[in-house]
Structures are given as C-alpha cells and as structure tokens.
C-alpha cells in the first residue's frame, strides 16, 4: 500500500481530476457543481490517506490550526471569489468583447477541443500566477503571503490558507488574465479542478515520489521546499501547478535527498499562533512582532 501511494497517488489523482472534469463538462454538468465535486471527493480523500499513511507524524492535523484552515477554506476564499465574480468578471467580459471586436476575431480558441483549451488555461494562468506569486514573496507584500507560509508542518488543509486579501490579488490576478482572453467557462473550471488538486497534493502529509513528472508540473518534492524556513529555497518553486515558468525564470530549485525537511518548514522571522484571527491579523502586526523579537 505504501508503495502504491509513494509512486502512483499522485499522478493517479491529477489526471482523475482531470480527466473526470473533462468528461463531466462534456456531458452538460455545469462548471461550478463539477468544481464543487471536486472538491468535495478530493478534500476527503487527502484527509483519509493523511491519517491511514503520514509520512511525518508530527505533521498530523491539530484540530485547532485545521480549525482555523477550515476557515480559510470556508471564508477566505470563497468571499474574495464572489465579489471578484460580481466586479471584476464583468468589466472584464466586457473588455474582451470590446477587444475582440475591434480585432475582429475572438482572443481564445473556443473552436479547440476542451482538454487542449484546459491546457491552454493552465499555461496562461500559471504564468500570471507565477508573477503574482513571486511579488508577493520578493516585495513589501511578504507579509500578506507568509500567513500561507507560517504553518510548521505540511498537510494538505495548508493549501487553502490564504489571507482574504491576498485572495483578491492571486484570484483576481490569474483568472482576470483568462476572463479577458475570454476563456470558456468549461476550460475555466477544468484549470480550477486541476490546481485545487495539485495544491492539495504539494501540501499532504504523505510521502510521494513524482520522478520526472517534476521537470513539467510542481510536485509536492518541489512545493515542499518552497515551505522551508531557509530564505534561499523559500524564495524559489513558485509554480502551483506548473514548474516550467521557474524553470524559464531562473527560480527553480531541486530538493537536496540528503536534507530532509521534516523540521524545516514555517517562517524563518517569528512564530505565529495557528488561530484564524491571528492570521487576519498578521500582515497589519507584522512589524511590531519583529520589533518585539529584536528585543
């Protein structure tokens, strides 16, 4: 069972995931209940295979800070997401029927097959995705991000803790890109199935091995280390889904077999407590906490 899971849960899920959203949009279900069901069946599963196989013990769920992602998952997300839908989602249709108009043709290929149109929306996305995500790490807006990054263990809930605010810039910054170029809501939803599945994966608490799977997409071997404490390997492997564009830019980095990262994950600056309201709190207190570290 181990070995399954080691070498085959990863890749097995991904193309489930996506291959199932796919079949599921081509036979007429709605984009928002197919990404729902997604969810709903991989949160499940990640949290069964969590605690029948961790790979670190230590990394198991505590019930206050899964409480607090709990959170996240329920308000942190999903709030930003659906004032995005009534604002930006508009101004933004509207600007790519204007631009199509005066170009006279369509900007997105809606004449494709759906999965090659999915392939399409995972590339540009993640390459808008690739910028924010490195701004955030390489700007003033650091502390915003480190909410995500102030866990010190990994399990897969990790991936849905990101502060509201930085929800409007990740959200609003990768998926207006695709709004724009008027991406088809079926290709949409397949992109957002696959990177919910993704992430779930990179943050699990299960040891999986993805060989050459990691020169294309950001395995959870490369995820990892961009969780570590070290400002030298957190500042690399910002890909969600992909690994191509740190690749092309010149921040990739491969994980060390010889380090393990079982104790090196969280901030490197302070300790955070793992409460929701800590973490709403912690970009506007951030200063005074190093302050009071330097004392």
């Known amino acids: 069972m181990e070995a399954i899971v080691r070498y085959g849960f990863y890749p097995f899920v991904l193309f489930a995931a996506a291959t199932g959203a796919v079949l599921a949009l081509q036979s007429g279900t709605p984009p928002t209940l ?13 949290l069964t295979m969590e605690l029948v196989l961790p790979e670190t013990p230590r990394w198991r769920l505590q019930r206050g800070e899964a409480f607090a992602d709990l959170l996240h998952m329920l308000l942190s997300s999903p709030i930003p997401m659906a004032i995005l839908q009534a604002t930006l989602f508009v101004a933004a249709v509207a600007a790519s029927g204007a631009i199509s108009r005066a170009v006279g043709f369509g900007l997105w290929p809606t004449d494709w097959p759906l999965a090659a149109q999915s392939l399409l929306a995972i590339a540009l996305a993640e390459l808008a995705n690739y910028w924010i995500h490195r701004g955030l790490h390489e700007s003033r807006l650091w502390p915003l991000h480190a909410v995500h990054h102030c866990s010190r263990r990994m399990y897969f809930l990790i991936s849905m803790r990101k502060h509201p605010l930085q929800s ?3 959200y ?10 008027g991406a088809t809501p079926e290709s949409i939803a397949v992109y ?3 990177v919910t599945a993704n992430s779930l994966l990179q943050h699990a608490n299960l040891r999986m091995e993805t060989g050459p799977l990691g020169w294309v997409l950001a395995t959870p071997e490369l995820h990892r280390l961009h969780h570590s404490r070290r400002p030298d390997e957190l500042d690399t492997n910002y890909g969600d889904s992909l690994i191509v564009w740190d690749r092309l830019f010149g921040s990739y980095r491969a994980p060390d077999p010889a380090r393990p990262m079982h ?11 793992q409460t929701y309201l800590c973490h709403l709190k912690l970009p506007f207190v951030w200063k005074r906490l190093h302050e009071a570290r330097g004392r």
């Open 192 to 194: 957002t199935v696959f």
């Open 263 to 273: 104790d090196a994950i969280g901030l490197p600056e302070i300790e955070v407590p």
């Open 34 to 46: 197919v990404v729902a069901a997604a969810s709903g069946i991989l949160i499940p599963v990640c």
């Open 168 to 170: 409007f810039l990740t």
């Open 172 to 181: 609003g910054g990768r998926l207006s890109l695709l709004w724009l170029l």
